[in-house]
């Protein structure tokens, strides 16, 4: 009385002619939600806006929104990275926080 039914054949959508590998092979993909969480992105966002640092976690997170929606993903994480660079604190840290492998031939 039961009878066997099949399902049908899986489908698939995907856009011809798109390439993402092609076209953003060169773009950074950025970790917002890690940077909105170190003390050193939230020192840069204080100093860029003169905001308290007591509260930073109640204004960060619209400063990185407005920030990317008026310059851009790559032109925001770019100008973090160069105060982060100059700045000199963290040389032995990327961006992120994560410790830079000593280079073996210094020197």
Do not use: C
């Amino acid at each position: 009385m039961s009878e066997i039914v099949s399902k049908p054949p899986t489908q698939s959508v995907s856009v011809a002619g798109f390439k993402a590998d092609l076209y953003a092979a060169d773009e950074v993909k950025i970790d917002w939600n890690t940077l909105l969480n170190i003390p050193k992105f939230q020192m840069y966002a204080t100093e860029k806006t003169g905001r308290s640092i007591g509260n930073v976690m109640e204004w960060i997170v619209d400063f990185m929104r407005q920030e990317v929606n008026q310059r851009g993903e790559q032109v925001a994480f770019q100008d973090y990275s160069m105060w982060h660079d100059k700045k000199g604190y963290w040389k032995n840290e990327d961006v992120y926080g994560a410790l830079i492998e000593a280079k073996e031939n210094d020197g």
